[in-house]
Structures are given as C-alpha cells and as structure tokens.
C-alpha cells in the first residue's frame, strides 16, 4: 500500500493487492471449476437412498426448512459458482422431465466430474474425455434397455405401481407410511388417467395440505377442495345437486375509472343513490337466480350488502376464490368462466352431485368441497401433518410419487433399483472397452467407475462397508448372470431387487444418464 496525492494536493491511497491477482488459465482453470462442482455433489451424496440424510436449510429470514428432495436442496442453496450453478440446473430439468431421481442425477454427474479430474492430471483432452463419455453413455443406455422389464401395471390390484410409488417414498420423511401414500398415489392417478393415450392430466389432481392432525389421516377425496368457506354463516352447508355460477367479475355497482367527487345537498339525494346502488344489487342477484344456478363461486368479493341478498335469496356463495381454482373448477363441472353480468345464461352453469363445507376437527377452519363434477374426474389428495414443514415436505414427497406412477402408465418399462441398473451398466461398460483402441477407453473406463459412485452412496449411507457392499453385489452380478443384485439397504438379507419390490420408471433412470453426461 502506498499513498499519492492528486493536482489538488488530496491524498489517496493506492492498493497493491490487485497486482497480485492472476486470471487461471488452462488446466488450472478446468481444475478449479470441476472442484466447485464436486462440492455440491458431494454435499447430496448423503441424501441418497431411503437411509439418506435429510438436510436443514435455513433461509435468510430464518425460515427453517428440513427436506430430503433433491431438486428442492439444489434449488434453495445460494449457488455462486457457475458450473455449480449447472448442476441446480440439472436437478431442474429431471424434477420438470421426470419428478423423481433428482439426487441421483446430481450425485452421478459429480461422479463423472471427479473422474475427469483424473484423466485431465494423467494429460487426457477434455474434448477426449467428452467423446469417451458420449460412447460409454450409449453403452449403459443400450443395456440399461436389455435389463428393463416390461410390467403389466393393472395386474394384481396395480401391485407394480404401488411397489415403484413405494420405491420413490421409501426416502422421503413420510417413509413410516409409504404403504398408504402410494396407494393414494396410484388411485390419484389412474383415476384422472386416459388408459389409451397413455396420459394423465395433472391438472386434475390437486394436493392440498392443512396443518393438524397427523399424516397417517391424509386422505384422497374425490371431488376439489378449495380453502373457503360460504360467504355468510347462514348460509345452507350443503348443495345437492349443484348447478353452478363461476363468476369472474365482483357484486358491486360499477365504478368510474377516474377520479370522481359525488356531491349530494340533501336527504333526498342521499336516499336516490342508495335505492339505485340497492337496484344493482338485486339486478346482479336476479339475473344469477333467473338463469337456474343454485350456487355462487365468485374470483372477486362482495360487500355485506350483495352478501345479504344471496342469503335473502337462497343462493349460497363462496368469494375471494383464487384463478387457479376457479379454471379447476370450470374444467372439471363442465362451466364456463362469467366476466359480466349482462352474460349470465343457464347454458354456462357448471354441475356437480354435492357442495358440501367441512370443518377440521376442533380448529375453527373450514373447506369446501366439490364432489361428483359432470364434465371431468377431478381428484384433491388432502395431506395433513402436525406442523407445516411436514406437511410442505409430505406435499413434496407426493409429487413425486405421483411422477413416478404417472411415467410408468406413459411407459410401463422397470429396472430394478438398489444401485443394481448402474453396477450392470458399468460391467458392460468395461467389458465394452476392451474392445476399443483409442485414447478414449481411458474416459470410457472412467464413466464405469462413476457409475458405482451410486451404489457406493447407498452402501455408505446404509451404514455397510461401501466397497466391500458394492465388490459383493458386481460379484453376485457376474456370477449368477442377474442384473437385479443390488445393495441391501434395509440389510433384510437379499440382494435381489425384484424380490425386494425396489422399483425404479426406466425413463427416469435413463434420464439420469442422459442429463448427467
């Protein structure tokens, strides 16, 4: 540090830490970015596997938040790094493709990194390593298709699908239940399912979560559930029947756009401008009764007024309802969305079995739900849970599921998990690059033993001796000619996955590999 004086005699001091920066460069720079890498991948190698460690984040304003789901870690870090910030990216892109397998694919990309830092000290290409990678991607790809098994997910009361659902919560924080939420699950998503097509609608399926009670008392409830209550408490709770108006615009006399002053002089005025507000009231009110609704959903509020002429008029209502559930709505009773008064017609009305309010046990707090919609299946899956970071993180944790069931209606193709897919990819990769004289093998070599990054995760995290668990399970592949020898990671004696009901979608595995490369 030294210090110097401008033309006016002002003095500043100049800083000589700059010169000692220097920009990396080359291999240094590879080097440098991988380490970063490596950094996130292992901070989620412990969250791997249904013996993964669930992670506390905690938020600038100190909101806690305690999750086991990858996509959700990655996406709450704050990520500097760029080519960390690649991974949180990746993580993205399997949690918006396919909704499960975000950890793994995290982990194995860290994996495939690490290796490359090995190739690049022993002088290999980059461009090399990536062309290695490409091939021995394609490999595990192609085997990865010859140990998948095509399974029939309606025999059985839908055994398959609860067993992959299971397989998908077995790592979650609501484990303890895992049997009763893939249930719900499956039963969510074959009932809004389109068999021939292969496609489910999501959109139909709603998840709502409402603190108390306990998880086991979550439940699936065929019709939607939307977070209000009727507009007045004397209002009828219940609706049979139910022909509904979807309003879009508020009960109110309309309102000049510009400021504006009203000057009334005396009683008189006073009185003429209140029976003309009331006349719109009961225009708006008359024209809902006229067109055969018996129900009232509007996106907008109400005042007391409006409020009390629904009563007078028997015409219960629900106000201040959302967009998202107004659309739900429309979709599923078959109605059309009302902007304007003056376009009320019976033709618009939505139809439904029953409207019905429900209140929770001893807590003040009411919902209504909207079962037996006319025009399509619209499911709500209700989570409950004793504080609201359970119940946040059992919402997560069926999402999840609900992607698994979902892709293996769109494509019924397994693999069976416990790390097995990537150990038999890795066999056949190696035994593949035997055949291969380039400089390549070398890359190829290394993606095998990245790909044992997963089973030894899930033989650390289980509490085994990981090499010894994992040189166990290639062993028993090689041997007895089965791809489906894992990690036993409830350590109930048997390394067959299949026996062991550990299921895993073969897109999301593939996705895996594909994203991770």
Known sequence: MSLAFDEFGRPFIVLREQAQKHRVKGIEAFKANLQAARVISNTMKTSLGPKGMDKMLVSPD???LVTNDGATIMEKMEVEHPIAKLLVELSKSQ???IGDGTTGVVVLAGALLEQALILIDKGLHPLKIADGYEKACEIALKRLEEIGDNLDI??????????????????????SIKKKLAEISVKAVLGVADLERKDVNFEMIK??????????????????????????????KEVKD????ILNCPFEPPKPSTKHNVNLSNAADFKALYNTEQQYFIDEVKRCKDSGANMVICQWGFDDEGNHLLLQNELPALRWVGGVDIELIAIATGGRIVPRFEDISPEKLGKAELVK???????TERMTVIRGCASKKALTIMVRGGNHMIVDEAKRAIHDSLCVVRNLVRDNRVVYGGGAPELACSIAINNAADKISSVEQYAVRAFADA??????SLADNSGLWPIEAVADAKAGQIKNNNPRIGID??????NDMKKNGVYEGYTSKKQQLQLAT
């Open 242 to 245: 139910a022909k509904i108006l």
């Open 95 to 97: 949690d918006n493709e």
């Open 154 to 175: 309606m025999a059985n009361n839908h055994e398959h699908l609860v067993n992959a659902a299971m397989t998908s919560l077995g790592s979650k924080i609501v484990s």
């Open 207 to 236: 998840v709502v979560g409402k603190t108390g009670g306990g998880l086991e008392d979550t439940e699936l409830i065929d019709g939607i559930i939307i977070d209000k209550d009727f507009s007045h408490p004397q209002m009828v």
């Open 62 to 64: 100190q909101d806690v």
């Open 357 to 363: 309010e429900l209140s929770f046990g001893t807590t």
């Open 451 to 456: 790909l044992e990054q997963i089973p030894l």
């Open 489 to 494: 990671c409830f350590l109930v004696g048997e």
